[in-house]
Structure formats: C-alpha cells, structure tokens
C-alpha cells in the first residue's frame, strides 16, 4: 500500500502536479495517524480488560477473607457475652451474701469466664500482600481503597482494647495465686486435672471465701465492664466495617460481571 502511495507521489512530483500531490500526501498522513489512533485504541482496551481481569481477582480474594474474619467476629462476640453472662452470676453471688453456689459452681464459672483470652485474627494474607505490592491502586471504587487503607488502624484499635480485656482478666486471676484459694479445686471440678492426667486432690478446698472479698467483686466489675466495652464500641462496630467492605465489594463485583 505504501509502495503504491509513493508510485503516485513520484508520478505527481514528475509531472508537476503540486496541489493533487499535496493532496495525496495529506492522505497518507491522515491514514497514518489513524492507524496509529487503531492500534492506541486496540492497545487500551487490551489494557484496560486485563485490568479488569485482575481487579476482579482481587475482589473475588478480599470478598473471601472478609467473610472469613467476619465469621470469626461473630463467634468472639459470641464468646464474650458467654464471658459476660458468667461475670454477672458471679456479682451476683457477690452482691447476694444469703445464695451461694456451690463449690463446683463457682468453680465452673470461674473456669468458663476466666479461662481463655479472646484476640480477633483477621484474614489479611490477600490484603497485606496488596498493599506491600501497591496494588491497592487496581481497585477502582475510592471509598472502597480508602476503608482497607484504614483497616489495619482499624485492628491496632481492636488489639489495644483486646490487651486492655486480657489485663484485666489477669487481675481476676492473680486472685487465686495465693495460699487462701485454690486452683487444683477449680481443676478438679470442671474434669482439667483429669485432662492433664492430674490425680484428684485428698482433700477438698474451697474457693467460696472469695465471694465475701471486695477486691475480687471490683475486679470481676472491671472484667465486665471492659468486656461490654469491647463489643459495644469496638466489635459491634468492627462487624458493621466489614458488612461495609463486603458491600462495596459485592457491588463492584456485580458492576464488573
């Protein structure tokens, strides 16, 4: 085609015909630059769907992670109220001097209020891996961009309230390191001593003095209250983030289907 275009600007020139070799010359010009606007054109949209493609997989991964960890939100609220609902019956053998549990009881709240720390453990591998990488800017929907941006402020807050709760179940159980409780009875009662291959003990021990101590209703107090804390300001609305996210997800999955 070239050849053919240059055939006749040679034969223009030759002949003297300026202006219908300008015009010619204009036409291969113009033809040029469109095929160059064709292949930029071609070019874009390559681009732009493997864009696409690869904002989609991504979605498609945090879509799956968050609905992980918003599981594993539910069941930690869960285990907090437990927590929760066991400090109450405590406080209230503490603030009812006249009905007491008995041993085996109290040991059984104890164990369950007190035993375990509660740490929510999000599902971040995807979303680390995107903002080491700097591929948080493949996703289109600003705000979108701008919640898993403060997502990871968002779990420091959790972690910080989260160490709080643990500190002050320590203070509960620190209670019970010293020579007027027991925590082999505690043991032995809720079936740990038979667990960790433990002989029963000979003789029985109570626990139920520590109903009568200030010391531990005040620290029990400070337990519940930091507990309800913890899901009313922080997991409560941590669930609502990610019910947010998973929207915003959803959506642009949707608009890219």
Request: no cysteine; proline share 2%.
């Amino acid at each position: 085609m070239l050849r053919f275009f240059r055939n006749i600007r040679l034969q223009l020139v030759e002949s003297k015909k300026l202006r219908r070799y300008l015009l010619y010359a204009l036409g291969e010009i113009a033809l040029v630059v469109i095929g160059i606007l064709i292949a930029l054109a071609i070019n874009n949209a390559s681009a732009k769907n493997s864009l696409k493609k690869t904002e989609n997989t991504y979605l498609s991964g945090l879509e799956t992670e968050f609905k992980m960890s918003k599981n594993k939100l539910r069941e930690l609220i869960g285990v907090n109220r437990e927590n929760m609902k066991g400090a109450r019956e405590i406080l209230n053998y503490t603030n009812n001097r006249n009905n007491k549990p008995s041993e085996t009881r109290f040991s059984e709240l104890l164990y369950t209020t007190f035993a375990y720390d509660i740490s929510f453990n999000a599902n971040n591998s995807l979303l680390n891996e995107m903002v080491s990488s700097g591929s948080l800017k493949d996703l289109s929907n600003p705000e979108l961009r701008i919640r898993l941006t403060n997502w990871f402020a968002t779990l420091e807050d959790i972690a910080k309230q989260e160490r709080d709760l643990a500190l002050q179940r320590e203070n509960v159980l620190d209670m019970f390191r010293d020579d007027n409780s027991s925590i082999r009875q505690i043991f032995d009662d809720t079936g740990i001593s038979e667990q960790l291959q433990l002989s029963p003990s000979n003789s029985v021990r109570t626990n139920l003095a520590m109903l009568e101590s200030p010391a531990f209703e005040n620290n029990v107090l400070y337990f519940l209250l930091t507990s309800f804390a913890t899901e009313t300001y922080h997991y409560q609305p941590l669930l609502q983030e990610i019910e947010a996210i998973l929207a915003l997800i959803g959506k642009q999955i949707e608009s890219g289907s």
